[in-house]
């Protein structure tokens, strides 16, 4: 059994900062391409970025030059450094990991997804 969970979510004041953290945990044998997404009341759900095992980065416009994406592979974690924050950065964050399993002779490959960790963006 494979989980995801995020934490470093809360309120912030418009201009400030949150790390948010994504750990990977279970019967796991490689992590692949891990990513945030968010997801605002009413709204969609979003990418806002996703890097690669091998270190590709990618963002979406609306958060660049603000969010920084990274990995530590051996602790299985995707961070999310958020500055400059907005209030239409208000949004429920969660990661997805693209993570492959062995159980036996067994091999599988999936995406798996945490509950999610809520920004709030407010004065």
């Known amino acids: 059994q494979v989980q995801l969970v995020e934490s470093g979510g809360g309120l912030v004041h418009p201009g400030g900062s949150l790390r948010l953290s994504c750990v990977a945990s279970g019967r796991i044998s490689n992590v692949g391409a891990m990513a945030w997404y968010r997801q605002a009341p009413g709204k969609a759900r979003e990418l806002v970025a996703n890097i690669m095992a091998d270190g590709r980065l990618d963002y979406a416009e609306f958060v660049k030059d603000r969010f920084t994406i990274s990995r530590d592979n051996a602790k299985q974690t995707v961070y999310l450094q958020m500055s400059s924050l907005k209030p239409e950065d208000t949004a429920r964050y969660s990661c997805?990991?693209?993570?492959?399993?062995?159980?036996?002779?067994?091999?599988?490959?999936?995406?798996?997804w945490g509950q999610g960790t809520q920004v709030v963006v407010s004065s």
């Open positions: 997805c990991a693209r993570i492959s399993t062995l159980i036996g002779t067994e091999g599988n490959v999936a995406d798996y």
